[in-house]
């Protein structure tokens, strides 16, 4: 085993492991002075090396498309349900969630994934993904809401700013639920 050493305050102490250095993969053997980019390209590296090739920049291209479509249906729910429902945007939420599930899972089976058949169970699969953002969602939006209107100007701008915060969150968690469950190849 290498341990990489990210010098943190300057140059290489001769009193090395570890307050100024942070350390890679124990245990220590000997150890090799990277710099912080070398370090990142390394770890980097290290994640994605399971990621065929530009699978994961299709899916930040079908994402990107996502979430102006998942943003943009949530905006359009609430403003035309705001005037008839109180707390419109958690209905909103839910509503555009069902939308904006279906046409994920379109962009990620086709452009992808790649994979065939099979629609039924992969759509089920999905919606399992989504579901747990879901409810994440309709637990953390209302807490957001509340959080930013009582410590910003932006009372009635809170739910759109919640919401686009939490889509976040769930941009990341999806990519791996959809690798490894959605449309997980057969073993």
Known sequence: MVCYAIPVNGPRSTTHPCPQYLCGILPVRRCKEMSLPDFANKWSTELTRHIPPGQFGRYLLVGAWNTLFGYGT?????????????????LASLLSSLLNITVAYLGYKWFVFKTRGNYLREWMRCVAVYSSGIVLSLIALPV????????????????????????????????????????????
């Open 144 to 187: 957001l809401v509340f959080m930013i209107r009582r410590n910003t100007r932006f009372f009635a701008e809170a739910p759109y700013i919640a919401g686009a915060l939490l889509m976040v969150v769930v941009v990341f968690f999806s990519f791996f639920g959809h690798k490894k469950f959605s449309f997980r190849s057969p073993a």
């Open 74 to 90: 949530f905006a359009l729910f609430t403003a035309v349900l705001n005037p008839v429902v109180p707390h419109s945007y958690i």
